[in-house]
């Protein structure tokens, strides 16, 4: 999950790269939230750049502790530009992933309007500022930006409701069936989807809310499920982030300074042989709800499920030696000839040097929902993965794990969809423009 | 929720304290957990103390941020002690309230090994150790103990299963019914309950995950639910956090450093006439699940949230005039002669001056779980209400908010409980053994 949180600093929280970003952040507050700071805070709350210290934060009179905005919720990202946000960035501690249906007789025009309230919501929630009017909630008015992200994609059945069939693309086919697909069809797919990602819980769930609102009659919530990961400065360790297996979970996925990083997250510009001009610059959403078998799991020992997953729970480093981030040595024998990492592991039979070079941005959040009526927890991961075509992604990878990965014994697909992500809008306009005005 | 914050220090998060606390904090963690951080991140990692500029953090070689422990990781509290932990700490980002049945044939002697279990796991996972043995997932091994606490609690039922009803402190009555109470039986009260928070999520699902593996056969989940609160750092305000009507809630709350805030939350020492010796130092929980009808809330206008509120939503200062600390002017009128707070504002209904001095200790969580079959959002408060006895507490406010809160049309009670909440444990001993084994 973090090998991304390695390698884009854009978006690390401004108390790790001091008073450049800090001030950046601050400065762009809207007044009105900025005055507050000041009212609030003293302007000793927002001098962090000035003095090496400062994080030893000051307190006011009545004792309440005052940390500097340029914390986690000075984490801010731009919603305008040519991608949408919420794909490269590091994955943010809560998130939450909304499918939405268009209403019966809500079409093209009815859609085409939703997208540019909902886009331009997204820009003023993201830049931290309220939005007015019908969907002002309050919830977050007294924190930062926090990180937050929206995303907004089409499903295969949006493109019916709203007579764009034609429109569609060739790369947003449905997803074969997997042998161990045990899908529930209200948890998966739907016309309209949406991610939101923030540091925040309360900032999270009001930009849910605030989007969920400004659909109005349009569109009716098909599914909604709600993920976390690791909070900023939990931990120190410079590794890839864990999922509620113990795993260390991520290590390979690609990263933004590869050279072949956009080839393979994002559709090029101008569009490809299986995406439309208007998908350049974005991508293809395959969400996954898979729960994880962990009363089962649980009841492995150390060493089986290291040859479960082809690596040491310790710190992820393969089986096959090294550190975290050496490759694997698929070849490698003990003494016996045993394969050091098994022929199913998990981590050899998703290697892209076995999948023929397929390669995806895997950016989920686990997720837990309490338990089951048998008792099991309802937990696992909200795997979302983005790629330029999901033929070059997500499909033949799982093809390989549909047939021999060890992991499947303990995990169970619920839910699956697989979104259209188009690039992202420019100041005035909307995500979708391209496809909904083309 | 966080007037406790403003004046409980010991739980601010170590980067606001700097050297001190931040070694301390280091030097706590377990031998192998240190060598680790120290192997992973370099001793600049750690030299938080040392160098007032040291929070802009070190690069490793591949770039990976290294934030240092003495962040939210590092924020550390004692299981054992005088009282439980999870009373007075300020309220973490996620917490996790579950509820747990006696298996049949379970009595007093599995319930005593079943708490020395429990608390022998709190302790550790407290501190940011791994748990040994069965329950060692691996799911927390990179973090920090991030401000982790784990309470535990004894339901009236608890008693007549373990052959104990003759020590059931008369404090722990049941609740009484309230008119607007649509309580759904599966999901209240409960023979044991269990409080963990903790400001990461992965930390926290491991402490639920583990304690619940510690069962084994001796006790079966009745009800989970989980919750979340602002993270650490999201806002720079000095003002009590905002629940999901987007309301400033908790101003009123008591604060440690009150004359009579002991009094109020905790069992004196030797109990008192309503609760017996094993419970001294201990509290009473009142747990609600509130379910919040934010579409109807949503549709109110600002003034209209504001008078069923008794306070302003920008900044919660009481309608009668100054900020949100300035105590309410019950009588105060405006020109037509009109109360300011509203005779039936929530504020003033549920105020000590009008409650006979009820006081409580909120600390509570929102919760979200998607939305209801209805469309609804599935989103409230786990209130969770500490008090030295219910009926000094909860009952004589609830049973005013009851008759004439304006707020009650804009909630539903759906669950509920009451706990017994033992002082805390000594090293060696467990929570509940002064019941258990008196």
Same mark, same amino acid.
């Given at each position: 999950?973090?090998?991304?949180?390695?390698?884009?600093?854009?978006?690390?929280?401004?108390?790790?790269?001091?008073?450049?970003?800090?001030? !950046?952040?601050?400065?762009?507050?809207?007044?009105?939230?900025?005055?507050?700071?000041?009212?609030?805070?003293?302007?000793? +709350?927002?001098?962090?750049?000035?003095?090496?210290?400062?994080?030893?934060?000051?307190?006011?009179?009545?004792?309440?502790?005052?940390?500097?905005?340029?914390?986690?919720? $000075?984490?801010?990202?731009?919603?305008?530009?040519?991608?949408?946000?919420?794909?490269?960035?590091? !994955?943010?501690?809560?998130?939450?992933?909304?499918?939405?249906?268009?209403?019966? !007789?809500?079409? @093209?025009?009815?859609?085409?309007?939703?997208?540019?309230?909902?886009?331009?919501?997204? $820009?003023?929630?993201? $830049?931290?500022?309220?939005?007015?009017?019908?969907?002002?909630?309050?919830?977050?008015?007294?924190?930062?930006?926090?990180?937050?992200?929206?995303?907004?994609?089409?499903?295969?059945?949006?493109?019916?409701?709203?007579?764009?069939?034609?429109?569609?693309?060739?790369?947003?086919?449905?997803?074969?069936?997997?042998?161990?697909?045990?899908?529930?069809?209200?948890?998966?797919?739907? /016309?309209?989807?949406?991610?939101?990602?923030?540091?925040?819980?309360?900032?999270?769930?009001?930009?849910?809310?605030?989007?969920?609102?400004?659909?109005?009659?349009?569109?009716?919530?098909?599914?909604? #499920?709600?993920?976390?990961?690791?909070?900023?400065?939990?931990?120190?360790?410079?590794?890839? $982030?864990?999922? &509620? #297996?113990?795993?260390?979970?991520?290590?390979?996925?690609?990263?933004?300074?590869?050279?072949?990083?956009?080839?393979?997250?994002?559709?090029?510009?101008?569009?490809?042989?299986?995406?439309?001009?208007?998908?350049?610059?974005?991508?293809?959403?395959?969400?996954?709800?898979?729960? #994880?078998?962990?009363?089962?799991?649980?009841?492995?020992?150390?060493?089986?499920?290291?040859?479960?997953? +082809?690596?040491?729970?310790?710190?992820?480093?393969?089986?096959?030696?090294?550190?975290?981030?050496?490759? &694997? /040595?698929?070849?490698?024998?003990?003494? @016996?000839? @045993?394969? &050091?990492?098994?022929?199913?592991?998990?981590?050899?039979?998703?290697?892209?040097?076995?999948?023929?070079?397929?390669?995806? &941005?895997?950016?989920?959040?686990?997720?837990?929902?309490?338990?089951?009526?048998?008792?099991?927890?309802?937990?696992?991961?909200?795997?979302?993965?983005?790629?330029?075509?999901?033929?070059?992604?997500?499909?033949?990878?799982?093809?390989?794990?549909?047939?021999?990965?060890?992991?499947?014994?303990?995990?169970?697909?619920?839910?699956?969809?697989?979104?259209?992500?188009?690039?992202?809008?420019?100041?005035?306009?909307?995500?979708?423009?391209?496809?909904?005005?083309?």
């Amino acid at each position: 999950m973090s090998d991304e949180k390695a390698t884009t600093t854009e978006a690390e929280p401004p108390r790790e790269r001091n008073e450049e970003t800090a001030g !950046g952040a601050t400065l762009s507050l809207s007044r009105r939230r900025l005055l507050g700071t000041v009212g609030a805070a003293g302007a000793g +709350g927002l001098a962090l750049g000035g003095s090496g210290g400062a994080l030893a934060h000051s307190l006011s009179q009545d004792r309440t502790p005052v940390t500097p905005l340029a914390s986690v919720g $000075a984490g801010r990202h731009s919603f305008h530009g040519t991608r949408q946000p919420g794909i490269v960035e590091p !994955g943010q501690a809560h998130g939450h992933l909304a499918a939405f249906d268009l209403a019966p !007789g809500a079409g @093209r025009r009815e859609a085409s309007a939703l997208l540019r309230r909902w886009s331009a919501a997204a $820009a003023r929630l993201m $830049a931290g500022e309220p939005v007015e009017g019908v969907a002002d909630t309050g919830i977050a008015d007294d924190a930062g930006p926090s990180s937050l992200t929206v995303t907004f994609g089409f499903g295969a059945s949006f493109f019916d409701r709203t007579g764009l069939a034609d429109r569609r693309p060739a790369a947003l086919e449905p997803l074969p069936e997997f042998s161990a697909d045990e899908l529930d069809s209200r948890r998966s797919n739907g /016309d309209l989807w949406v991610q939101i990602c923030a540091d925040d819980g309360l900032v999270a769930f009001n930009a849910l809310r605030v989007l969920q609102r400004e659909t109005g009659r349009v569109a009716r919530p098909r599914w909604q #499920m709600t993920g976390f990961n690791r909070t900023p400065g939990a931990t120190d360790r410079p590794r890839t $982030a864990r999922n &509620l #297996m113990g795993q260390v979970d991520g290590t390979n996925n690609p990263r933004p300074e590869d050279d072949d990083f956009d080839r393979h997250v994002f559709v090029p510009r101008g569009g490809d042989r299986r995406s439309p001009e208007w998908m350049e610059h974005g991508s293809y959403a395959v969400v996954r709800r898979i729960r #994880m078998l962990l009363d089962e799991w649980d009841e492995q020992s150390l060493e089986q499920q290291e040859r479960v997953i +082809g690596r040491r729970k310790s710190d992820g480093a393969p089986l096959s030696g090294g550190d975290e981030h050496t490759p &694997l /040595d698929l070849e490698k024998t003990d003494a @016996r000839g @045993r394969l &050091l990492v098994p022929f199913n592991a998990h981590a050899r039979v998703s290697a892209p040097e076995t999948s023929g070079g397929a390669t995806m &941005l895997r950016r989920p959040f686990s997720y837990h929902d309490g338990f089951l009526p048998d008792g099991a927890p309802d937990a696992g991961l909200l795997f979302v993965a983005w790629q330029a075509d999901p033929q070059k992604g997500f499909v033949p990878v799982q093809r390989k794990l549909d047939r021999g990965d060890a992991l499947s014994r303990f995990i169970r697909h619920e839910a699956s969809a697989l979104f259209a992500v188009p690039g992202g809008a420019p100041e005035g306009g909307y995500v979708g423009q391209p496809l909904l005005e083309g």
